[in-house]
Nanobody, 116 residues
Framework: QVQLVESGGRLVQAGGSLRLSCAAS?????MGWFRQAPGKEREFVAEIIWSAHSTYYQDSVKGRFGIFGYSANNTVYLRMNSLKPEDTAIYYC????????????WGQGTQVTVSS
């Protein structure tokens, strides 16, 4: 069982920046961020695969968001720049334990609100 603890969500003005953090209690193959806006389904935002040093992003956040972290202590961050009101959502950290394209564990979520 891997536990994930996120932090960093808050209210920010449009154009501002935030950094979300997530710490996993055990080793992971990769970690990612997802988000769910009110009335919408949860969607993928970004992920990092430790062994390949690879990162992937949803098209709408490319160039604005950056995912990075440290595999040694299973910590991942999401740097969010040029925030827009449409980025408002609950952001969830997730962990993959293997190469299969599915996430095994999820955090409780942290609220990001971007005001216009």
């Amino acid at each position: 069982q891997v536990q994930l603890v996120e932090s960093g969500g808050r209210l920010v003005q449009a154009g501002g920046s935030l950094r979300l953090s997530c710490a996993a209690s055990g080793r992971t193959y990769g970690m990612g961020w997802f988000r769910q806006a009110p009335g919408k389904e949860r969607e993928f935002v970004a992920e990092i695969i430790w062994s390949a040093h690879s990162t992937y992003y949803q098209d709408s956040v490319k160039g604005r968001f950056g995912i990075f972290g440290y595999s040694a202590n299973n910590t991942v961050y999401l740097r969010m720049n040029s925030l827009k009101p449409e980025d408002t959502a609950i952001y969830y950290c997730a962990a993959r334990l293997g190469s299969a394209p599915n996430y095994d564990y999820w955090g409780q979520g942290t609220q990001v609100t971007v005001s216009s």
